[in-house]
């Protein structure tokens, strides 16, 4: 098969939400519908017997949420499915953010009783910066739920963008009996679910029969009122402002029943882009380029806490990657072995023969690979566009045997390198800093440090607030300024210099005593972009 064949047949998108939107559990049943697996987990259940596929932690499992992205791979419809579940909380959200560098759609699930919630509406920012095709799926029909005009209406004034349901809801709670396909113009009838697909689906075409209207009674009246009442008011759907990110297709579901989860696996197949080009410092790269390239955009660590292994997750931008093909870190100049390369169904790992763009590939490595670092057969080519955030809170970390002290620093080590926390080495004295942009990742530190480093660690309060990192044009005034500030100066996972303070008026301070110095809040890619807000 050729590339650009090989291209149009790949859909690589993220799942976001707010925390216990249904985020994960549709992610289940997306990977049931395409027969990834054949029997959904429980997301919620601590003592269940099963869990989702996407939830591999082990504290994921105990609490019941996602804190570290997944990547998942299915085939659906001739089509080569890539689908990342990101993390809900806000706590997570740099690796949300991650993520959806990553991806070339994203969808959007919403609670139908809260509507657009905070969180999603941060996810959706970045979204619309990088102009990420979205769609949308609203989610527990099966409970007492909004109105679905009202739904309609928060999520256009709220994200700013047109919504086009291709589905709308016959009922809701107890009297969800449904929903009615637009374009197929014919009603999709409501059944509770279990954890298995099913094709045995009612298809009701012929709704102005008086049996079906007594059946339904009320609400399939007022739902027929409401869908003539859309039908007179919503832009046709087009693809080109789908794509545009200025228009969203709207689902109508409930995915703990199963319900509405084929029609998003056939809108992500017909409607989502294949791979596009996308920028490198250099030079536009496009993915049917002979040349393979990719970047990492996240690494996890320990993934298998019996081998102390380290992933790196690389999102093929262009060319075909082939085992044992030789491949070099721009950064760097080092070779990368890929005989080992795998495939992801979230926790369990397929040795990978080939993989095209789009595909997100896991390599095995041990300190090589670095986020943001990108991967060719030779040209020197940055891609951009890979975000970290500076803490917003600060800790020290304290163990009780000492004698731990070497496992406390590779741990810390590994996890500042995976993202998962940013760790700091002060200019001055030995003690690590913790940096974070929510409070729970410093739980999931200590956890991660228990079981995968059997290391006790206890958090302790640091006096730092802020951070932000500090370039110069010129490196001497740089220096200067280092030393100068040396009790406030650490450095991060790629030693880029980070001045520390406690209130907000000691940053303003430094910024009018050295004019020459630069302060960021936000870094790209091993520290070779920043980025002043």
Not at 40 to 58: F, I, L, N, P, Y
Not at 154 to 173: C, K, Q
Not at 369 to 376: I, K, M, N, P, S
Not at 476 to 503: K, M
Request: glycine share 6%; charged share 25%.
């Amino acid at each position: 098969m050729s590339i650009q064949h090989e291209v149009a047949r790949r859909r690589t998108f993220a799942i976001i939400s707010h925390p216990d939107a249904g985020k994960t559990t549709l992610t289940e049943k997306l990977l049931l519908y395409a027969g990834a697996i054949h029997i959904a987990g429980s997301v919620k259940a601590r003592k269940a017997s099963r869990h989702a596929t996407s939830d591999w932690m082990e504290i994921e499992k105990q609490r019941g949420i996602s804190v570290a992205s997944s990547v998942m791979q299915m085939e659906y419809r001739d089509c080569v499915i890539n689908l990342l579940d990101t993390p809900g909380h806000q706590d997570f959200s740099e690796d949300t953010y991650r993520v959806l560098t990553a991806v070339d759609a994203a969808l959007m699930v919403i609670d139908a009783a809260n509507g657009v919630e905070a969180q999603t509406l941060r996810l959706l920012e970045v979204c619309r910066a990088r102009n990420t095709p979205i769609l949308t799926f609203v989610n527990k029909m099966d409970r007492e739920v909004q109105p679905p005009l009202d739904l309609i209406d928060e999520i256009e004034r709220t994200l700013s963008m047109n919504a086009v349901p291709f589905t709308w809801p016959i009922g809701m709670g107890r009297h969800f009996y449904g929903v009615f396909d637009l374009r197929n113009k014919g009603m999709r009838v409501f059944r509770p679910g279990a954890d298995r697909a099913s094709a045995d689906e009612e298809f009701i075409t012929q709704l102005d029969d008086p049996s079906i209207q007594a059946r339904f009674g009320i609400s399939l009246s007022e739902a027929q009122q409401e869908i003539e009442l859309i039908a007179g008011v919503t832009p046709a759907f087009a693809q080109e402002e789908f794509l545009a990110g200025c228009q969203t297709p709207v689902f109508f579901g409930s995915a703990i029943n199963n319900f509405g989860v084929r029609e998003i696996l056939d809108a992500l197949v017909n409607l989502a882009p294949s791979p596009e080009s996308r920028h490198a410092l250099q030079r536009k790269v496009l993915p049917d380029e002979r040349n393979f390239s990719g970047v990492v955009f996240k690494i996890q660590a320990n993934m298998n806490p019996a081998h102390r292994d380290r992933i790196a997750f690389l999102r093929i931008c262009s060319g075909q990657f082939r085992r044992g093909m030789n491949l070099k870190v721009v950064r760097n100049g080092k070779d990368v072995r890929t005989n080992s390369v795998v495939s992801f169904l979230s926790q369990r790992r397929d040795i990978l023969e080939e993989a095209y763009p789009g595909d997100i590939i896991g390599i095995p490595n041990h300190g090589t690979l670095q986020l943001g670092d990108t991967l060719t057969e030779g040209e020197s080519l940055q891609f951009t566009g890979l975000p970290f955030f500076a803490p917003e809170i600060f800790r020290t970390v304290e163990i009780a045997d000492p004698l731990r002290s070497k496992q406390l620093k590779l741990g810390l080590t590994q996890l500042g390198e995976e993202g998962a926390i940013q760790v700091f080495r002060p200019h001055l004295g030995s003690t690590l800093l913790l940096g974070a942009v929510g409070v729970l990742q410093f739980e999931v530190v200590t956890h991660r440090l228990k079981h995968e480093y059997a290391v006790d660690a206890r958090i302790a309060p640091a006096k730092y607030q802020l951070a932000r990192w500090v370039t110069a044009k010129d490196q001497r005034e740089l220096q200067r300024f280092i030393e100068a500030n040396a009790h406030r100066i650490a450095y991060d996972a790629v030693d880029a210099p980070t001045f520390l303070a406690s209130y907000g008026a000691e940053i303003s301070v430094a910024e009018e005593n050295w004019p020459s110095i630069q302060f960021h809040k936000m870094r790209e890619h091993a520290g070779l972009v920043f980025q002043t807000q």
